[in-house]
Antibody, heavy 117, light 107 residues
Framework: EVQLVESGGGLVQPGGSLRLSCAASGFIFSSYSMNWVRQAPGKGLEWVSSISSSSNTINYADSVKGRFTVSRDNAKNSLFLQMNSLRDEDTAVYYC??????????WGQGTLVTVSS | EIVLTQSPATLSLSPGERATLSCRASQSVSNYVAWYQQKPGQAPRLLIYDASNRATGIPARFSGSGSGTDFTLSISSLEPEDFAVYYCQQRDNWPITFGQGTRLEIE
């Protein structure tokens, strides 16, 4: 069974940093692109970042470019999101999602990031 | 950036009725559209990809159609578990974008 489990969320002050992790199991992690998608409280879905299977191709939403860094460790079946210079508007549930045929076919349960003083 | 506009924002129907949800793109996205269902407190679930293909395990009452700029998700006969929020998503151009969602509620 494909499983994605996020961790690392929490309360952080504006300007602070946080590192999210996503542990993958049940599929050949190194063969798939992975993504982060977020959802602000009561709002819709926003794609954040994408990383190819070998980390050769990385993309970011303009809203996080220069502040967030995505990475992966294929040996440990893990995906990461380093978030710096956090703002109030970064408050959201962050999901990691597996890509298949360019669509998000499997999602984690999400981890909540709250940016507040 | 391609903007996806979903309509209506809220759709009120009864179990057994047919639901039709719309997604319009600000420019052509070919057939590169997916639909997701999200229930409260849960992650989204992929329903339809490439406009009309059902994802693994999705019941046949869900169907998708469209190409270019206009797309439709249809649910032929609503079951109680179908009442949720539905999002469309395009992958034709970076950045990947989602519609704002349609809330399907019980009338």
């Amino acid at each position: 069974e494909v499983q994605l489990v996020e961790s690392g969320g929490g309360l952080v002050q504006p300007g602070g940093s946080l590192r999210l992790s996503c542990a993958a199991s049940g599929f050949i992690f190194s063969s798939y692109s992975m993504n982060w998608v977020r959802q602000a409280p009561g709002k819709g879905l926003e794609w954040v970042s994408s990383i190819s299977s070998s980390s050769n191709t990385i993309n970011y939403a303009d809203s996080v470019k220069g502040r967030f860094t995505v990475s992966r460790d294929n040996a440990k079946n893990s995906l990461f999101l380093q978030m710096n210079s956090l703002r109030d508007e970064d408050t959201a549930v962050y999901y990691c999602a597996k890509i298949d045929r360019h669509y998000f076919d499997c999602w984690g349960q999400g981890t909540l990031v709250t940016v507040s003083s | 950036e391609i903007v996806l506009t979903q309509s209506p924002a809220t759709l009120s129907l009864s179990p057994g009725e047919r639901a039709t949800l719309s997604c319009r793109a600000s420019q052509s996205v070919s057939n590169y559209v997916a639909w997701y269902q999200q229930k409260p407190g849960q992650a989204p679930r992929l329903l339809i990809y490439d406009a009309s293909n059902r994802a693994t395990g999705i019941p046949a009452r869900f169907s998708g159609s469209g190409s270019g700029t206009d797309f439709t998700l249809s649910i032929s006969s609503l079951e109680p578990e179908d009442f949720a929020v539905y999002y469309c998503q395009q992958r034709d151009n970076w950045p990947i974008t989602f519609g704002q969602g349609t809330r399907l509620e019980i009338e």
